[in-house]
């Protein structure tokens, strides 16, 4: 086994040191919301130039990894999102926190995020050239379709009120127009100004959505930020706890991570829309689909197992084709590309010294993250339960600013950050759920290219609606969008029929809107 | 909380120690004495970035200085370049430019800059246009391809990156210059232009030598938009080659504030020159499929007026652009 080998070389202890340095910094800074992965690993890529490439390799991807697992502290004990992947982690994590289970939260999040990274990991080691042909067969139809799934997600996200659900949906996926078109050119909904050319850049919209609504009701209360219930004063690392949770949740913990990679093969999807979409299959397939969102443990273990195996899962494109599956994919190439590394099909046979120490130190520092993280979310609950929040809250403020500019340098996202967090916390008052319109934001543009390019093609070749649909990917991804959409009411015909007369269905199904 | 925060603190400063302790070696006249910031316009790990990190590599081997690069991404570069002007003039701030974008994007609407606006003072590298399939593809050469869209108008497909882009008027010269009739398929990026003609969701694709090259024995290259035949794609004809008179492709240059004084901008201009004259620097270039140039200061003007009448009379008639 030459592989061993390779394991060998990333345990020196250079390596070793630079992967444990790597998951402890990123783990920190997707701790903090606003800073994400694609500007940390911008940052540092210059000192990789004077390492050996495979060193620096491995601190990159190390330091990729512990930013999406560190996304989910600020998640759960805050309430925002450190990186956009986190999103979908907020809505039961946030709950769990507030009646006392953060430690026990955070601890499923450390233990489920090196599953879903070693899954993702394993899966590029053993398998990455046939994956690469998947991601190949998802094509603009398929993306398409993909978008649509993630876009019926707004039923499970607005429960209570399928309108408003719908109307915020609409909002986000207008805001997902504006600029210009990546196909066509056109110049849409700028009102003339320069600062809307580069349209609504997705994370600074997603830090004032989910960010600003949870200042403004922090501050809008005396109460403590975290107010555990009495008696509920269990902390330390619950492991035990978390193990038997995660007995009762296997199905879901391998299906979120074998998803969640599958997605982070797909370049231009990644661990928002994967975390996304494993949540809502968790919800429908779970017999208490009704609990999710009011603290739920199995909603933490579909995003953060999911989110954490796209990184992995990004990697594939982007080492066997050179095609980056991920934004911080794409940073991670270039400096491969500067280091004078060809990429494709030879990495793994000429070069494959440097690949496979590669991936033998994403899986090291894949498990990294169980002490460090848990050493780090052991203080970074009982200080967040015990920070005034005079102090929390413009230390969230400062980093919304600071996270939103860095992305692009640019003062526009600023106040795009801004104006989007203060309409999202007005309408959230008059009872509209707000992650719709993440939704929107996020998937609009997938949906749309995936949609022109899709007619564009077909019409080339005279057959349109047959584009649509022809290959098999997209008979799958249709098929699920319409058992998503009819399974329920047909399931409700069917337990009113049986009732007979019990027609309040939907009766009780209240909950606050996320 | 308080901690973590403080040590990230701990970290991002001594991050910026790092980026800024080498010696500040200088030049006679002082220029430059302390770090270039170096704006990319485009997104890390793109093209633009590529070449701007390979230069930064030599900045203080040849210059005495580091540079620094930051991105500045958004509407295709365009809000960068649209900012452009606001900045210090000092020759500390340089920001990366590329042809034909910066011709195309204030013809096809506005954007908040003018071509004349962008003070490019020297361009380094070119970027040929290539006509590539994938390797398993029926078109063998760019005559099977040719034939193949003779015969059946309207239905060979071409991928390529943006709509009013570089690709898309190489593919439209190509229809004009060959006498078919094709479809452009505009995609996100080269990335995904590239994987949906690896995955079969185009026939063809518009894109650059440096793709070509990255791709290796995925693609199969037709032919190349250049003058001549690159180093780092022996096998791969030009267009001249196969007997049609197609050139074309990126061009990619360093620009100034406009407010930068005639001396500065000369002083910039030598600095990326005085770096592209590094033989390391050219060989790791063209092994990337870039062709390394040196269009100095004085002869900007003339070049990018050359350009402009190219791109005029190409993209007008063919109703790429309407304004």
Same mark, same amino acid.
């Given at each position: 086994m030459e592989i061993l080998g390779y394991f060998s070389n990333a345990l020196e202890p250079t390596n070793l040191l630079l992967a444990l340095l790597g998951v402890a910094v990123g783990t920190l800074i997707g701790a903090l919301p606003g800073l994400s992965a694609t500007m940390s690993l911008a940052v540092l890529v210059p000192f990789t130039f004077t390492m050996d490439p495979a060193s620096g390799l491995v601190m990159l991807g190390a330091i990729y990894t512990g930013a999406l697992y560190g996304g989910a502290y600020a998640a759960i004990l805050v309430n925002t999102p450190g990186t956009p992947s986190a999103i979908a982690t907020t809505f039961d994590g946030f709950p769990m926190a507030k009646r006392g289970d953060g430690a026990l939260a955070v601890t499923l999040a450390t233990l489920v995020s090196v599953f879903g990274g070693l899954t993702g990991a394993l899966m590029l080691l053993l398998l990455a050239p046939p994956l690469a042909r998947v991601a190949l067969q998802f094509g603009p139809a398929e993306y398409f379709w993909l978008a649509i799934l993630g876009l019926t997600l707004i039923a499970?996200?607005?429960?209570?009120?399928?309108?408003?659900?719908?109307?915020?949906?609409?909002?986000?996926?207008?805001?997902?127009?504006?600029?210009?078109?990546?196909?066509?050119?056109?110049?849409?909904?700028t009102f003339g100004t320069n600062a809307l050319i580069g349209g609504i850049n997705v994370v600074a919209g997603l830090i004032g959505?989910?960010?600003?609504?949870?200042?403004?009701?922090?501050?809008?209360?005396?109460?403590?930020?975290?107010?555990?219930?009495?008696?509920?004063?269990?902390?330390g690392f619950r492991l035990r706890e978390a193990f038997s949770i995660l007995g009762r949740n296997k199905v879901n913990l391998v299906r979120s991570s074998v998803v969640g990679t599958l997605i982070g093969i797909l370049p231009g999807a990644g661990g928002s829309i994967?975390?996304?979409?494993?949540?809502?299959?968790?919800?429908?397939a779970s017999k208490d689909g009704d609990s999710f969102g009011k603290g739920n443990p199995a909603g933490i273990i579909a995003t953060e197992s999911a989110n954490n195996a796209t990184v992995g899962g990004g990697f594939v494109p982007t080492l066997v084709l050179g095609i980056p599956g991920t934004p911080p994919d794409a940073i991670i190439l270039g400096a491969l590309l500067v280091q004078g590394i060809k990429i494709g099909p030879t990495l793994f046979t000429e070069q494959a010294e440097i690949t496979y120490t590669f991936i033998a130190g994403l899986i090291l520092a894949t498990l990294f993250m169980l002490p460090v993280g848990l050493l780090i979310g052991r203080y970074a609950y009982r200080s967040i339960a015990s920070i005034p929040k005079a102090a929390l809250v413009p230390s969230i403020a400062f980093l919304t600013v600071v996270g939103s500019y860095s992305i692009q340098n640019n003062w526009y996202d600023v106040v795009i950050m801004l104006v989007l967090g203060v309409i999202a916390w007005l309408i959230k008052e008059v009872g509209?759920?707000?992650?719709?319109?993440?939704?929107?934001?996020?998937?609009?543009?997938?949906?749309?290219?995936g949609f022109v390019q899709t007619f564009l093609i077909g019409r080339a070749q005279g057959d349109i609606v047959g584009r649509f649909f022809q290959n098999p990917i997209s008979m799958f991804l249709v098929a699920i969008i319409v058992m998503g959409l009819l399974g329920p009411p047909l399931r409700s015909l069917w337990k009113a029929r049986r009732r007979r007369g019990g027609s309040a269905g939907d009766a009780g199904r209240s909950e606050a809107p996320r | 909380m308080f901690t973590r925060r403080l040590f990230a603190g701990a970290l991002a400063l001594g991050a910026t120690s790092l980026m800024l302790a080498p010696a500040f070696a200088q030049t006679s006249d002082g220029y430059p004495d302390k770090p270039i910031n170096y704006i990319v316009v485009f997104n890390a790990g793109g093209a633009s970035d590529l070449a701007a990190r390979m230069q930064q590599k030599y900045f203080e081997e040849e210059i005495g200085v580091p540079a620094v690069v930051q991105y500045m991404p958004g509407g295709g570069g365009a809000q960068g370049w649209a900012r452009l002007n606001s900045m210090e003039p000092d020759g500390y701030t340089i920001m990366g430019t590329n042809l034909p974008h910066n011709i195309l994007q204030p013809m096809a609407a506005d954007v908040?800059?003018?071509?004349?606006?962008?003070?490019?003072?020297?361009?380094?590298?070119y970027t040929p246009s290539i006509v590539v399939v994938p390797n398993d593809s029926q078109f063998k050469t760019l005559d099977d391809l040719i034939a193949y869209a003779k015969e059946n108008p309207g239905s060979l497909t071409f991928s390529g990156s943006g709509s009013n882009s570089g690709d898309q008027v190489m593919k439209e010269r190509f229809d004009q210059v060959t006498g078919?009739?094709?479809t452009y398929i505009p995609f996100s990026g080269t990335s995904p232009a590239t994987a949906a003609l690896l995955g079969n969701q185009v026939q063809a694709?518009?894109?650059?030598?440096?793709?070509?090259?990255?791709?290796?024995?995925?693609?199969? *290259?037709?032919?190349?938009?250049? +003058? &001549? $035949?690159?180093?780092?794609?022996?096998?791969?004809?030009?267009?001249?080659?196969?007997?049609?008179?197609?050139?074309?492709?990126?061009?990619?240059?360093?620009? *100034?504030?406009?407010?930068?004084? +005639? &001396? $500065?901008?000369?002083?910039?201009?030598?600095?990326?020159?005085?770096?592209?004259?590094?033989?390391?620097?050219?060989?790791?270039?063209?092994?990337?499929g870039f062709v390394p140039i040196d269009i100095t200061y004085s002869e900007i003007p003339d070049f990018i007026a050359e350009q402009t009448k190219i791109y005029t009379s190409v993209a007008k008639p063919l109703g790429l652009i309407d304004k």
């Open positions: 499970a996200l607005s429960v209570g009120n399928q309108l408003k659900g719908l109307v915020a949906a609409l909002f986000g996926l207008m805001l997902s127009m504006v600029g210009v078109a990546t196909v066509g050119g056109d110049l849409r909904l959505i989910y960010c600003i609504p949870v200042l403004f009701d922090l501050v809008r209360t005396a109460d403590p930020h975290l107010d555990p219930p009495q008696g509920s004063h269990v902390s994967a975390s996304l979409i494993t949540y809502s299959a968790a919800q429908r509209y759920p707000t992650s719709p319109i993440a939704l929107g934001l996020v998937l609009g543009s997938i949906a749309e290219q | 908040g800059y003018q071509t004349e606006d962008i003070a490019t003072v020297n361009f380094f590298q078919v009739t094709t694709s518009v894109t650059y030598t440096t793709e070509g090259v990255n791709q290796g024995d995925q693609l199969r *290259v037709l032919a190349v938009a250049a +003058e &001549e $035949r690159l180093p780092a794609l022996p096998d791969a004809p030009t267009f001249k080659d196969l007997g049609y008179d197609l050139v074309g492709g990126a061009y990619r240059g360093v620009a *100034v504030p406009n407010g930068t004084p +005639e &001396e $500065r901008r000369e002083e910039v201009s030598e600095m990326v020159s005085k770096i592209s004259e590094n033989a390391k620097f050219k060989q790791e270039m063209e092994q990337a």
